[in-house]
């Protein structure tokens, strides 16, 4: 059972952040088996890994999602959430940071500053978190330190202080050398995380004075009463850096750096060290943003004492127990009874046992404490980002905003069985993963899943087979084109008339069609003077109207921006009735579309592409090849942010496509902009290929 006796002091939160294959989980196992929380150490994006446990995680050998775990190391309980670095689930890892009072940010030693490095940092200073960067993979080929702490200058706009000089780098890194402690630390290469403490090397002895200087002159920078001492005596105890440094960290005004081979388990434990006394603790972080019951913003104190309010920062679904939603406790304990409400939605819950996880493990914890990271199974009516309170709280924990997706497939059960559970499956998915969104496609009658790109949406469905047996067809969703006319047409005659014997079937009408401004969608006038049809029967001509443009005329796509008045008709005593003028209506509409000319419509979607300045020129080529029109540019440091419009048509599959044009660090986002004409020479390849077509005199 989880030691239950951790106070709010005593916790610490660090959510470990980074590109894709980093080294973040790594550096968790690592953390875990030191802490003798796991017998062997992980491997990442293996089944020996702890937090890599989804089936999906193995396949591709990384992170999809976040996870959680906790060790306790030197008295403190430290909270541990490794964080996707996929550019297809960031979205997780911005959740995720909600819940944490630091971000650990991990970056490769070979590889650098990565297009997710920048993104998860700059989200980890809008939220006012403190950052530690590691720099991981210190062991492998390629592995330049002094260029990445370049790197992190030049694009962080910060100066990186190193709380260690690394022994070595490549096949010779064997520690480091703690600039608090004055002392080398070197460890075996075995994975045990032994170390052995000596003496400053001798060729390490001038850069480790210079690098101490370096970190007392920053820490007493960040503080007027140690920099009014230290100018005048030129030194500083060594509690004083410390304490003047945890501080400065809290106040996010020093950028710390380490060095890690955390396949290794090199260096790994000084991390967990300089976690349990830098780190602030839930108590020292500041107020958190919220929201009172009118939505205005105001501020959650974070707080042991007062009324109970956490927040969900991630969702999952457990194949054992259901639903488990992860809670950040921000202030005060959850009620005896357990009953809490949802802000969100004004909904009641009550809250069973909660858990402290380790991956898909857990275990009860008898007492929880204000700002610890819990699970509670079973919640009915709470998702990510909900805020659970004491009754008669309306306050709303701000929580992460997702951006629209990039990508989108229709799908479909395999078997009508499934049909029944597609929706529910659907639900309980998007409930994981709110980056995820469902719609519904009208044209081809299919659900619609969208999300940040092919990988996602790819994951998502074998998620969905696995976690819930339910097994789909996926394709693009087809292109909403529409049909509208050319030019106006005047006193066309739509006839309907049958005789079968018995009563029969009569209705004539005659119409004018005409054009409208692009938008206009559809109007109806009735324009007849005198009785040439009967009142009754007015309505049931434009019913028959409608139902012939939502068929479409050349290819099957809706018919829109047109104006039609009805002028003039005839009827029988006997026979006309109001199936026969819906018949006549539509038998207008075609007559008329006929004489009109059809134009085929594509929507047209402006986009928003953000892109490294050298990747400018592919990119503006592209968007030409694919028909855009490139609007404006826009440069900020080293991005270029380019405007344009372009077909829906050439853009599908955009996401991976810039993805694999800008080796990953390129974003967008796309918004529809309005119905354009296709260029002639596409309209016969799009009408032969539209899958809506029907008989032009089909009833």
């Known amino acids: 059972m989880a030691k239950s006796t951790f106070a709010p002091a005593e916790i610490r939160n660090i959510a470990l952040v980074g590109h894709g294959l980093a080294g973040k989980t790594s550096i968790a196992e690592a953390m875990l088996f030191n802490g003798g929380a796991n017998s062997r150490l992980g491997v990442a994006g293996t089944s020996t890994s702890i937090l890599d446990f989804e089936p999906e995680e193995h396949k591709r050998g990384s992170s999809i999602g976040s996870s959680f775990a906790w060790v306790e190391h030197k008295g403190s309980k430290i909270n541990i959430i490794d964080t996707p670095g996929d550019g297809n689930f960031i979205f997780d890892a911005f959740a995720a940071l909600r819940g944490a009072d630091a971000a650990v940010v991990v970056v490769s030693a070979p590889d650098g500053i990565e297009v997710q490095t920048e993104a998860v940092y700059h989200k980890a200073v809008e939220l006012g978190l403190p950052r530690i960067i590691v720099i991981n993979k210190m062991d492998r080929e390629r592995a330049d330190p002094e260029q990445v702490l370049v790197e992190i200058e030049e694009t962080f706009g910060a100066k990186p202080v190193p709380l260690q000089l690394p022994i070595g780098k490549e096949e010779a890194f064997e520690g480091v050398v703690s600039l608090f402690q004055k002392k080398a630390i070197r460890y075996k290469k075995d994975g045990s995380g032994a170390f052995e403490k000596g003496d400053v090397p001798d060729d390490l002895a001038d850069a480790v004075e210079s690098a101490l200087e370096n970190l007392v002159e920053t820490v007493a920078s960040a503080d007027e009463e140690l920099l ?54 839930p108590l020292e972080r500041g107020a958190i943003e919220a929201l009172d019951g009118d939505g205005e913003p105001t501020e959650l104190a974070v707080t042991s004492d007062g009324p109970f309010h956490a927040q969900v920062i991630k969702t999952f679904i457990d194949e054992f127990s259901g639903k488990m939603s992860i809670l950040r406790l921000f202030a005060g304990s959850p009620p005896d009874d357990g009953q809490v409400e949802n802000t969100v939605n004004s909904e009641g819950e009550r809250l069973g046992t909660l858990y402290a996880l380790r991956g898909n493990h857990r275990d009860p914890v008898d007492a929880p404490a204000a700002g610890d990271i819990l699970a509670v199974a079973k919640l009915k009516n709470t998702s990510t980002n909900d805020t659970l309170a004491a009754p008669g709280s309306t306050l709303k924990i701000v929580g992460v905003q997702y951006p629209p997706p990039m990508m989108e497939y229709t799908i479909q059960p395999r078997s009508r069985s499934d049909e029944g559970k597609l929706k529910v499956a659907l639900e309980r998915l998007t409930d994981e993963d709110p980056s995820l969104t469902i719609g519904y496609d009208e044209l081809s009658n299919k659900m619609v899943l969208k999300g940040m790109g092919m990988a996602h949406l ?197 996401a991976p496509d810039l993805r694999s044009m800008t080796g990953g660090k390129g974003t967008f986002t796309m918004t529809f902009e309005s119905y354009e004409e296709v260029p002639s020479n596409l309209v016969d390849r799009i009408v032969a290929a539209s899958p809506f077509r029907r008989d032009a005199d089909e009833d």
């Not at 090199?266 to 006394?277: N, R, S």
């Not at 996926?474 to 292109?479: C, E, H, R, S, Y």
């Not at 109007?523 to 309505?539: K, L, M, T, V």
């Not at 990119?619 to 372009?646: L, Q």
């Open 228 to 281: 009014e001492k230290y100018l005048e005596t030129f030194e500083l105890s060594d509690e004083e850096v410390r304490q003047g440094f945890h501080d400065a960290l809290k106040r996010g005004e020093i950028l710390p750096v380490l060095y890690t081979a955390a396949s290794a388990n090199v260096a790994v434990e000084a991390l967990m060290d300089l976690v349990t006394w830098a780190v602030p603790s």
């Open 458 to 654: 790819d994951l998502s469905v074998d998620k969905m087979a696995r976690k819930f047996k339910v097994n789909v067809e996926t394709d693009l969703p087809a292109v909403p084109y529409r049909e509208t006319i050319r030019r106006k047409v005047a006193h066309v005659e739509g006839k309907h008339k049958k005789q079968t014997g018995g009563a029969g079937q009569f209705g004539v009408c005659y119409v004018d069609i005409e054009p409208m401004d692009r938008g206009g969608g559809f109007e109806f006038a009735d324009e007849i003077f005198g009785g040439s049809i009967p009142r009754q029967f007015i309505p049931s001509v434009e019913k028959g109207i409608l139902e012939r443009m939502k068929r479409g005329h050349v290819a099957g796509y809706p018919i829109v921006d047109i104006r039609v008045a009805l002028k003039d008709g005839k009827y029988h005593p006997v026979d006309s009735k109001d199936v026969a003028f819906q018949l006549a209506g539509s038998k207008a509409l075609q007559a008329a579309m006929d004489k009109a000319g059809v134009k085929l419509l594509e929507p047209v979607y402006s986009m928003e592409i953000v892109v490294p300045t050298e990747n400018m020129g592919d990119i503006m080529g592209d968007i030409t090849s694919r028909r855009g029109r490139v609007m404006g540019m826009d440069t900020k440091g080293k991005k270029t942010i380019i405007k344009a419009s372009a077909p829906l048509a050439e853009i599908q599959r955009y």
